[in-house]
């Protein structure tokens, strides 16, 4: 759970979801989200060596592939003007699991991220690295841990949605189009300084 506390452009993606398209929509974002945070974790919990340095050196093409998207997304949350019939239908679920799941998989820092995960909870179990059956244990949480997280943010935005359905749906799109924009530019700005440097 702690792994998939919602920071970042995908996090204000799924909030977005459950809050305009319900939990259904919600949901399967997350599990998008999920899913691609597993794979991050096999790569590094198992010593993937060879796919831990393909997606390192494809790095900068992957942030401007996210920093293009991102900047998309932005633009559709600010530009949509859904009238609450609109928001009552959910997208469709494979639509919500890919754009999660490639959006967050074209961050190839969750991997430095995943070692110090790992790296500090082997010193915590035991001073040592974990074992294979820990390490497998400890990956098929993580998805689990992530849909539990966000089930429960789920439920507490469908409450907020249903005492006021009307009041922050506008600035709602506003608030997550400029996250997603401005980091969607950051992104497109930190690969051409990766490319140069």
Same mark, same amino acid.
């Given at each position: 759970m702690a792994v998939a506390l919602p920071?970042?452009?995908? $996090? &204000?993606?799924?909030? %977005?979801?459950?809050?305009?398209?319900g939990m259904g929509s919600g949901m399967y974002s997350a599990l998008g989200n999920a899913i691609s945070d597993g794979f991050y974790a096999i790569?590094? $919990? &198992?010593?993937?060596? %060879?796919?831990?340095h393909f997606l390192l050196s494809i790095a900068t093409y992957a942030e401007i592939g996210a920093g293009i998207a991102l900047i998309y997304l932005g633009y559709k949350a600010v530009t949509e003007n859904l009238s609450m019939d609109e928001q009552e239908q959910e997208k469709h679920p494979l639509q919500d699991i890919t754009s999660t799941f490639f959006i967050?998989?074209?961050?190839?820092?969750?991997?430095?991220?995943?070692a110090?995960?790992?790296?500090?909870?082997?010193k915590i179990l035991h001073g040592s690295p974990m074992s294979g059956t820990e390490t497998a244990v400890f990956i098929a949480g993580?998805?689990?841990?992530?849909c539990l997280l966000w089930f429960g943010i789920g439920f507490a935005i469908r409450l907020l949605r249903?005492?006021?359905k009307h009041g922050l749906v506008e600035r709602i799109n506003y608030v997550t189009g400029a996250i997603l924009g401005i980091t969607g530019a950051v992104l497109l700005v930190l690969s051409v300084v990766h490319a140069i440097f």
């Open positions: 920071y970042g452009p995908v $996090g &204000f993606v799924i909030i %977005r979801r459950f809050y305009l398209f790569v590094i $919990g &198992f010593g993937l060596h %060879r796919i831990h967050n998989l074209m961050n190839p820092t969750l991997l430095f991220s995943f110090l995960v790992f790296t500090i909870l082997s993580i998805p689990v841990g992530t249903h005492n006021n």
